[in-house]
């Protein structure tokens, strides 16, 4: 049973966010309560970094994310709460020592857990949020619970370490509380649960939201070169051309398969060619001298994360509030902005996360 004396937080999904939702909040003396339609924690994150955890980089600043929506500073303003400093400190706090590896090609530190195992890190993250007290209900969907928004003054002035009964809250099943956190992700890998399916609450609640298309993908193509290739990796440059003009360009090792080319560069390229394509733009990538048309990208089964989401012109940087609904929160892979690879959609999912939880409990 939640506390009666304490601010009462719903975070919906308990992936990496909504974790750090959860575990800052409880830090901060407030009783949080987390709803996931899976049966476990952290699906999606035990899988990161091919099972070895990516979870930040040396170099995390604004170059390497990608914000779909919103005021200038967004990030640089969520960055700064939750500096490459503060995610070191943060996981240590909890038992997790940081392993940095140097990629070529790369002057910066990519970011592993001691030990290098993703769900080991999914454990402690879960577990230290069960050691504050979060309670997790699994295999319950937050668009099942009647989520709603009501004004429930009752005309009395808000008492000392019980705030809830004045102003508005959100009712449902599982009972009343002062905020809501939503942690589900976007569109990616939708196996692992963040399947879109909490849509319908934001319809419900009026957010606005822009679609998400695949992004840190590989790129498909039907050039019969490909076969030749098949299996062989390079470490080369290759230049995204959109019409036939160059527009972006990244450098590493790429793998060449059957009907796709992938490899970390390759994935760069893919959120803003997925975009591109949706418009029926022509899209091909240049590689060694050969230049391979691209008509389609892996999709969201193959793709670790996605341009579009909670439109950030709506949400407040400082706290990750709503702009429209007082008390409800977005963190992690809903927001319309994405990471480079390289550990920036993690840092991204804690920083938001961290800002997002003791924003709630205030
Ligand atoms: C294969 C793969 C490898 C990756 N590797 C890295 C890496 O090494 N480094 C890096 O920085 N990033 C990596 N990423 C990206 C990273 O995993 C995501 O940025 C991160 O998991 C986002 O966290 P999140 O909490 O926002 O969302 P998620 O991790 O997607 O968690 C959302 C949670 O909400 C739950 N949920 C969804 N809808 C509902 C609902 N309606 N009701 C209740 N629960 C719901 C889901 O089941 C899930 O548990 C990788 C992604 C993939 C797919």
């Known amino acids: 049973m939640l506390s009666k004396e304490k601010k009462q937080i719903l975070i919906i999904g308990a992936g990496p966010s909504g974790m750090t939702a959860a575990l800052s909040a409880a830090r901060e003396g407030c009783a949080c309560f987390v709803v996931e339609h899976n049966d476990a924690a952290g699906k999606k994150l035990a899988l990161t970094g091919n099972g070895r955890c990516n979870y930040t980089n040396t170099d995390i600043s604004t170059v390497h994310y990608h ?3 919103g005021e200038d500073g967004f990030i640089k303003k969520l960055l700064e709460a939750f500096s490459y400093e503060d995610c070191i400190s943060f996981f240590e706090g909890i038992g997790i020592e940081p392993e940095i590896k140097r990629y070529r090609f790369d002057d910066h530190g990519y970011v ?19 050691e504050e007290g979060v309670v997790f209900k699994f295999g319950l969907g937050g668009e099942d619970i009647g989520l709603e928004y009501k004004d429930i003054s009752d005309g009395q002035p808000d008492q000392p370490g019980h705030s809830g009964r004045s102003g508005r809250r959100f009712t449902s099943r599982l009972g009343d509380f002062d905020a809501c956190i939503i942690a589900t992700g976007s569109n990616a890998y939708p196996m692992t649960g963040s399947d879109n399916s909490i849509y319908p609450v934001l ?8 679609r998400f298309y695949p992004a840190l993908c590989a790129l498909f193509s039907k050039d019969e070169h490909l076969r030749e290739l098949k299996g062989r990796r390079i470490e080369t440059g290759v230049v995204l051309k959109i019409d036939g003009e160059p527009v972006m360009e990244e450098r590493g090792e790429i793998q060449f398969n059957e009907h796709s080319i992938s490899g970390i560069p390759v ?8 975009i591109m394509l949706s ?3 022509k899209c091909s990538l240049m590689i060694d001298g050969r230049e391979y048309p691209v008509h ?3 999709g969201f089964d193959r793709s670790q994360c996605c341009s579009g989401g909670v439109d950030l012109d709506w949400i407040c940087p400082e706290t990750m509030e709503s702009r429209s609904v007082k008390g409800l929160y977005f963190c992690g892979d809903i927001l319309d ?8 959609n993690l840092h991204m999912s804690f920083a938001s996360g ?3 939880g003791k924003s709630a409990a205030e």
């Open 296 to 298: 389609r990208t892996a």
């Open 112 to 130: 592993y857990p001691e030990g290098e195992n993703a769900a080991a890190f999914r454990d402690r993250l879960y577990g230290a949020c069960l």
């Open 203 to 210: 319809m419900h609640f009026g957010i606005k939201f822009n």
């Open 279 to 281: 418009q029926g733009r």
């Open 354 to 356: 961290y800002t997002a």
């Open 67 to 69: 914000q779909g929506s």
């Open 337 to 344: 902005v994405y990471g480079d690879c390289g550990g920036f």
């Open 267 to 274: 994935m760069q390229l893919s959120g803003y060619a997925a």
